[in-house]
């Protein structure tokens, strides 16, 4: 079996076309059960006994995130999404504040740097919004942040960032990097890029539940207090057991071939949807991502668009408006992330109905 078949078949079937893994994938049959085993669990033996019993599971989901990331001996902690990553991470710094990010970087990553009284100056990028490398170790010499703030991948462009070159940087000017993989990971390769931190969402590529996130961070780069505050925080542990079979599946899978099929799904996607109905594809078409922006035609609101595609024809996608990556972003746009199942058919569907809305 193919691996799109494997995927399509391991979850239940989707009514219509879903697009839209970006904001969040589609959950499997076994990770939805993970989830409602352990509820059941909870109300027959009492909450904290069965939190004691899945220990092994959330272990096992810990470990893999160890491998996926390549951070064998991180200290690795559940969190609510991304953003709540990003909030302990700051909360947590006595440093100066002063972070480095791309200027594509997501709007309410801005935001909460902002909250926690950062200082944000941005990194050189080409027109695509790419890091810079040649211009970076001036950039970073001229006046050292104490921190960089990377995205591997945004949420408004499919641009597959230089992270190892970022951390390369970082590691020769001695300055911590967090990256945030929301979008990265499970998608493409964040292991192995030496960040003191690095964390991501449950719901997006991993294809586990919403609300559950993950934080891994190099021995030492958080406080004890920190860490034994999150420990102790309230958890969905029953959503955490299912994240973790979500990223046990996607092993399984084999992260590299699921990188592959991605990176073929982007170009398929990009190269069917260029100049439909005048809409302009913002990616190279071999960009190694599945994420595909598509810029409207003059007069034409991305939007309506978004709605009626559901409304109208059962294709769900992402609008993108400018407080996505208010830095970067010079019109609203849609976004086409289809997961490894998406079919020629699915893609013909899509080009049909872009063409039917657009009018
Ligand atoms: C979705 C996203 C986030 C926020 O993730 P949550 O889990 O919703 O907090 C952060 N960064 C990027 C690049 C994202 O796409």
């Known amino acids: ?48 006994i ?11 989901g810990r470990a893999a995130v160890r491998a996926l990331t390549g951070m064998p001996d991180a200290g690795v902690s559940f969190t609510t999404g991304s953003n709540h990553a990003l909030d302990i991470l700051l909360d947590d710094w006595t440093g100066e504040r002063t972070v480095a990010c791309l200027p ?7 935001a909460i740097m902002a909250r926690h009284g950062f200082d944000i100056r941005m990194l050189p990028v080409d027109e695509y919004g790419r890091l810079d490398v040649n211009a970076l170790g001036a950039a970073l010499a001229h006046d050292p942040p104490a921190l960089v703030h990377f ?8 641009v597959v960032q230089p992270v190892h070159d970022m951390a390369t940087a970082c590691h020769g000017h001695g300055i911590p ?14 292991s192995g890029i030496g960040a003191d ?33 999150i420990g102790h925080a309230e958890a969905n542990v029953g959503a955490h057991v299912g994240f973790s079979v979500a990223i046990g599946e996607h092993i399984a899978a084999g992260p590299a071939a699921v990188q592959a099929r991605l990176r073929d799904v982007g170009a398929t996607t990009r190269s069917t949807l260029s100049g439909v109905a005048g809409w302009r594809v913002l990616e190279h078409v071999d960009e190694p991502s599945a994420i595909t922006t598509l810029q409207p035609p003059d007069g034409v609101d991305a939007q309506e668009v978004r709605a009626r595609l559901i409304a109208e024809h059962a294709i769900v996608t992402t609008y ?25 058919d699915d893609l013909a569907a899509i080009a049909q109905a872009l063409t039917a809305v657009s009018r």
């Open 177 to 190: 990097l967090i990256v945030d993989a929301a979008q990265g990971f499970a998608h493409v390769d964040v």
């Open 197 to 229: 931190a690095i964390y991501s969402s449950s719901r997006k590529w991993t294809a586990g539940p919403r609300g559950v996130g993950v934080l891994a961070t190099r021995p030492g780069f958080l406080s004890d207090s920190m860490r034994e505050r």
């Open 50 to 60: 069965a939190a004691q019993a899945a220990a092994p599971a959330l272990d096992a």
């Open 320 to 344: 993108l408006g400018m407080e996505r990556a208010p830095r970067a972003m010079a019109h609203p746009a849609l976004r086409i992330s289809p997961h490894v199942d998406v079919t020629e």
């Open 1 to 48: 079996m193919s691996l799109a078949e494997q995927w399509r078949v391991a979850r239940p079937p989707a009514a219509g076309v879903h697009v839209d893994s970006a904001a969040c994938s589609r959950q499997s049959f076994a990770t939805i059960e993970a989830s409602a085993a352990h509820a059941r669990h909870e109300a027959e033996v009492g909450g904290y």
């Open 151 to 158: 995205t591997v991948l945004g949420s408004h462009s499919g």
């Open 104 to 110: 594509g970087e997501f709007g309410p990553n801005l």
